[in-house]
């Protein structure tokens, strides 16, 4: 990642896959980022931590193409996608897990991971779904209507949502909101196990503790700046995320 020393020696050999430049978004007379950059490389597990209203959400949708306002660059795979689209940087292999619900909740478990696949794929098959569901461990839920999973197990599925279009690079905003800490630590091991196959993980969230557990790298954004980025070892014992976010936390 940008603006920090690299913590582990086989990161400079790993591509980057994901990296936004200088990102600025401007509301009225309010900036709500001011220059933000961060590289997320194949295999690693990024996580942008940070209180609430310092800009995450805004940063992921310039990265994903639902803000496309924004001045700054954002580049896929080494090429700039800035004026691309959602749609033409998913067909990228970038992946979006929105922090709303994005699951149809009328429909079953199965028949979501059906229409996902059509629309990711252009075509699904049983054996393709039975995957999905076994990846994310809902097989025993798959005759369940959406609207009636639990935060976890529609967390998961919103996972499986992301993974029919076969992604690269996978960003998630507030992956375990609404998640008990048993449920939690599953979808993390999720997360940690795409790394493993080698795709970039990017994770905003509030829950510090399971998101350092699976991050190989950790950034604090601030007033809509990146003040530290580093390992999560070095954002611990960093003092302005030990002053102004883990010390609130503690108090809070
Ligand atoms: N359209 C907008 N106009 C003005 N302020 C906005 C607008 N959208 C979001 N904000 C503000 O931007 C800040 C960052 O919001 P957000 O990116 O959702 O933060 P986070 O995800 O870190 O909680 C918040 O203070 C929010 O109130
Ligand atoms: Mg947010």
Known sequence: MSATHEDDDDDDTREVLLEARNVV??????????G??????AGTVTGLLGPSGAGKSTFFRVLVGEDRDATGTVLLGGDDVSREPLHARARRGLGYMPQGPSVLWDLTVEDNLTTFLEIARGASDAGTVRDLLDRVRLTDARMTRAGLLSGGERRRLELARVLAGRPKVVVCDEPYAGVDPAQAAHLGDLLRGLADDGVAVLLADHHVEEALRICTHAALLLDGQVVTAGSPGDFRDHPVVRGRYLGTLATA
């Open 25 to 34: 978004v401007e509301r009225g007379k309010k900036q709500l980022l001011r």
């Open 36 to 41: 933000v950059s961060l590289a997320c490389r």
